[in-house]
């Protein structure tokens, strides 16, 4: 294991790595605690679980939309996390999707939630390092990226991966924070990184850049703060109000420790204060 994963595994997946139960053993005994059965379950019963960026699945249908996606639809989700946006995908567009991610607690939980939702015959997910997949030549019609560019430091690597991976003509679908006007250091810890050295946020100006240095066009490309920053806003006041009585449906603090509700407090001050800005945009390789 690299440096890098093992920085991303200890954020991601923190309870393990103080020497707790591994993230499938956790989320398996809360579903049980919340009544269901682990392996029998809804996307409505994992959503707290699946969608681990700004937006939730409204942000992921939006993309979609925004990307044209057709049904039969090959798709690379980089940084599937939990393997949310790859089964929205299979499920209410009909793609076929090959999930990935360096954090090897995410591909298992991933694989587990598609198999126990009935979509493992349209999804799958693989444990590697997004700059360097053992995936063959022009098997993607579609890179979908949802917050995870921010964790990559080697970019242009990622983008030339991409367009191995990428048929000609195919697209990039991103959803993406990078850093905003304000230059004043980032409020920490945030979902993406708790300390400076691992988070990875370029200026929109410089991704952009970087994109057309990497050999893609962009096709549509919107700032969509104003919203990400409402949603945010209003999951924090939720995260305010305490716990619910009686067991609940698993959330990211299972996944990221109790520091998750700060981590979502910081984030919303980051936004509002314009330190961190959201593009959600789509391009095609060159």
């Known amino acids: 294991m690299t440096d890098h994963a093992r920085h991303l595994d200890a954020h991601y997946d923190a309870p393990a790595e103080r020497g707790g139960q591994s993230l499938t053993t956790r989320l398996r005994a809360a579903f049980r605690e919340a009544g269901r ?11 707290g679980i699946d969608q681990l960026h700004l937006g939730g699945r409204r942000a992921s249908r939006s993309l979609a939309a925004l990307g044209g996606l057709a049904p ?19 499920e209410e567009f009909g793609a076929e999707v090959t999930g990935l991610d360096i954090t090897a607690a995410f591909v298992e939980v991933a694989g587990w939630l598609s198999r126990a939702t009935g979509l493992d015959d349209r999804t799958r997910f693989l444990c590697a390092d997004a700059a360097h997949t053992p995936l063959a030549d022009g098997a993607f019609d579609a890179v979908w990226c949802q917050h995870a560019l921010m964790n990559m430091p080697d970019i242009a690597a990622v983008l030339a991966e991409w367009q191995r991976l990428l048929v000609p003509g195919g697209t990039l679908l991103l959803h993406e924070v990078v850093a905003g006007g304000d230059p004043s250091p980032l409020r920490l810890p945030v979902p993406w990184a708790r300390r400076v050295e691992t988070s990875h946020l370029r200026s929109r100006h410089a991704l952009e850049a970087l994109l057309a240095e990497g050999g893609f066009a962009p096709v549509v490309v919107q700032d969509v703060t104003e919203s990400a920053l409402a949603w945010r806003r209003k999951h924090s006041r939720r995260e305010g109000e305490g716990a619910p ?28 204060a314009d330190r961190v800005r959201i593009l959600e945009g789509v391009w095609r390789r060159a």
């Open 245 to 272: 009585s009686g067991p609940a449906l698993p959330g990211p603090a299972l996944i990221f420790g109790e520091v998750f509700a700060e981590m979502g407090r910081n984030l919303r001050d980051n936004l509002a």
């Open 37 to 47: 059965d682990p392996d029998r379950l809804t996307l409505d019963e994992v959503a």
């Open 72 to 90: 039969g639809s090959r798709v690379l989700d980089v940084g599937c996390g939990t393997g949310g946006a790859s089964r929205l995908l299979a």
